[in-house]
């Protein structure tokens, strides 16, 4: 019943760097985000521009490894770097890694985003 209607297409903005979602984040929500989110929230590594390297680019990140939780407190902006190297790991787990060490990454210096959902993570 529904034709083919018109497919809406992303408005080529200037964040259409970014890589499109995967994850069926709304759109509302996906530029709340992109709004909030100017650095990575891990690192801090700043999103300038086009011209990042790949590493420093911004993707998807689901802060709680549960891509069915499309919430603006669980999905959120890092960089390829951040999130390659978090993967499927816990968050506090991944706090924790050689990567964190090395990038001078603890739960102090996370965006408030993340300390936010550690808080509410941990329990007890
Ligand atoms: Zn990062």
Same mark, same amino acid.
């Given at each position: 019943m529904s034709?083919?209607?018109q497919k809406r297409k992303a408005k080529a903005s200037a964040k259409s760097y970014l890589t499109m979602n995967r994850w069926n984040i709304p759109t509302w929500?996906?530029?709340e985000v992109i709004d909030r989110d100017r650095h990575c929230v891990y690192c801090?590594? %700043?999103f300038t521009s086009a011209k990042?390297?790949?590493r420093s680019r911004p993707s998807w990140e689901h802060i709680i490894n549960?891509?069915?939780i499309v919430t603006r407190e669980n999905i959120a902006l890092c960089c390829i770097g951040c999130n390659a190297s978090k993967g499927t790991k816990d968050l506090a787990v991944w706090l924790?890694?050689?990567y964190c060490g090395h990038h001078g990454i603890? %739960?102090?210096t996370v965006a408030p985003i993340i300390r936010t959902a550690l808080h509410s993570n941990n329990g007890a």
């Open positions: 034709g083919p209607g929500l996906e530029q801090g590594a %700043r990042l390297p790949r549960d891509e069915n924790n890694s050689k603890t %739960r102090h």
